[in-house]
């Protein structure tokens, strides 16, 4: 690293890193140590890239210091203790490949070209969380750098009220470089793939999804939404049904839906990898995005959807290079969840009610002004109706994952 303190301290006599920026490429935690208190010394304002999903801007410094993580992908799964190991820079789809070479799998999130540190210490769920909880439930230990450049390991045992803190608002305390997890067991294939109906189905989907609600199996998930398959397709409901159990099982589970006659049935028995991969939306990384959401308790309103789905549609119609956008309500069972002591950790995003993400896709820059005025449009229609979780639970609280949304931050990719 002499060298490379060397370059920033000529980047510094020449004024280059305040006007410009700069990014450091690290490959250890020393190395982060190192860079952290450099720019503290220098004065030097900096963030922190990881898996680099974000679309708020979080990642990136005008004329500060960019410390990447992306060098940092390595991932280690001990069989014996049925722990892994990852390094923050990595992405879910590091973990699985590592992961699923012993017959384990990790609670992560639902797509799995996000990235895990950030994911994690917002709180953070996915296809396994109905059966074992939050991704941060599931966080054994992390390694850190502090603002000051000190390197720490937090965990159930040491530095316990740092370990509380990331478990939910751990973006704010620190740098993660290693995050440690439980496995499970995971060995035999899932059932999982995509649905696309016409929206005359929208009744019977919203009967399905009421009826999900009320089973809570906790090996099932079910996504709907809205979505174009393709740019000459209005927009249609997009399902993605997940059922970690035989094929039997997930059929007769699944038998409702099924006999609303889904127009597109790409559904099967898969690998948790393959299966972690569907929700990953393309292109990426083309394109200007942006990602926000809310929270729905059950029954959700059908005229509510019916009438964002004409906004969607207007959307998707006017603009077709926008069709990688979706509008998805995601419902993982949440019994395991909220029975998690709502101050045992940091992540009080606990509760009886479901996540709807919105990710907008555009290209011209132009219609930067547009896509932020349709996101709080689509957002508001939600707000407004009784399903709104916040009227049901006073005490609902914000999905840190989805922070930054309520500004349409955009990212320029």
């Given at each position: 690293m002499q060298c490379v303190f060397s370059t920033f301290s000529l980047y510094i006599r020449r004024g280059l890193i305040a006007d410009q920026g700069a990014i450091v490429e690290v490959t250890s935690t020393s190395e982060v140590s190192d860079v952290v208190k450099f720019a503290r010394k220098q004065h030097i304002n900096f963030v922190t890239e990881a898996g680099g999903h974000s679309t708020t801007g979080s990642s990136a410094t005008h004329g500060g210091l960019v410390i990447s993580l992306t060098k940092m992908r390595r991932v280690l799964t001990d069989p014996a203790s049925r722990t892994v190991c990852v390094q923050g820079g990595a992405i879910w789809d590091d973990v699985n490949e590592s992961t699923a070479a012993y017959g384990l799998a990790v609670v992560g999130s639902t797509a799995s070209h996000t990235g895990v540190a950030g994911?994690?210490?917002?709180?953070?769920?996915?296809?396994?969380?109905?059966?074992?909880?939050?991704?941060?439930?599931?966080?054994?230990?992390?390694?850190?750098?502090?603002?000051?450049?000190?390197?720490?390991?937090?965990?159930?045992?040491?530095?316990?009220?740092?370990?509380?803190?990331?478990?939910?608002?751990?973006?704010?305390?620190?740098?993660?470089?290693?995050?440690?997890?439980?496995?499970?067991?995971?060995?035999?294939?899932?059932?999982?793939?995509?649905?696309?109906?016409?929206?005359?189905?929208?009744?019977?989907?919203?009967?399905?999804?009421?009826?999900?609600?009320?089973?809570?199996?906790?090996?099932?998930?079910?996504?709907?939404?809205?979505?174009?398959?393709?740019?000459?397709?209005?927009?249609?409901?997009?399902?993605?049904?997940?059922?970690?159990?035989?094929?039997?099982?997930?059929?007769?589970?699944?038998?409702?839906?099924?006999?609303?006659?889904?127009?597109?049935?790409?559904?099967?028995?898969?690998?948790?990898?393959?299966l972690n991969r569907i929700a990953n939306v393309d292109p990426v990384p083309e394109g200007r995005k942006c990602f926000t959401g809310t929270k729905v308790s059950m029954p959700l309103d059908r005229h509510l959807i019916c009438d964002l789905w004409e906004h969607f549609d207007a959307i998707m119609e006017k603009y077709p290079r926008s069709k990688n956008s979706v509008l998805m309500f995601q419902l993982i069972p949440y019994e395991k969840t909220i029975s998690v002591p709502i101050d045992a950790t940091a992540c009080a995003d606990r509760g009886r009610y479901y996540n709807v993400a919105l990710l907008l896709c555009w290209y011209d820059p132009e219609h930067d002004a547009t896509m932020h005025t349709y996101m709080r449009a689509l957002l508001s229609r939600i707000k407004k109706s009784a399903c709104y979780a916040v009227k049901n639970e006073p005490a609902v609280q914000a999905n840190a994952n989805f922070a930054g949304g309520g500004t349409c931050d955009i990212v320029l990719c």
């Open positions: 994911t994690t210490l917002g709180g953070g769920f996915g296809w396994l969380t109905g059966r074992y909880g939050l991704i941060s439930d599931n966080l054994v230990s992390v390694r850190m750098v502090l603002a000051d450049g000190t390197i720490v390991e937090a965990s159930d045992e040491s530095h316990q009220d740092l370990f509380w803190a990331v478990r939910g608002a751990g973006q704010a305390f620190g740098i993660v470089t290693e995050l440690v997890f439980r496995a499970y067991d995971l060995a035999g294939p899932v059932y999982g793939g995509t649905l696309i109906f016409t929206v005359d189905r929208l009744p019977g989907i919203l009967e399905f999804a009421s009826r999900f609600d009320e089973q809570q199996d906790q090996d099932s998930g079910l996504f709907f939404g809205l979505a174009a398959p393709s740019a000459a397709d209005r927009t249609g409901i997009l399902v993605l049904p997940f059922y970690n159990g035989s094929q039997e099982k997930a059929e007769e589970f699944f038998a409702p839906l099924m006999s609303l006659g889904p127009s597109i049935n790409k559904t099967s028995m898969m690998s948790y990898t393959e």
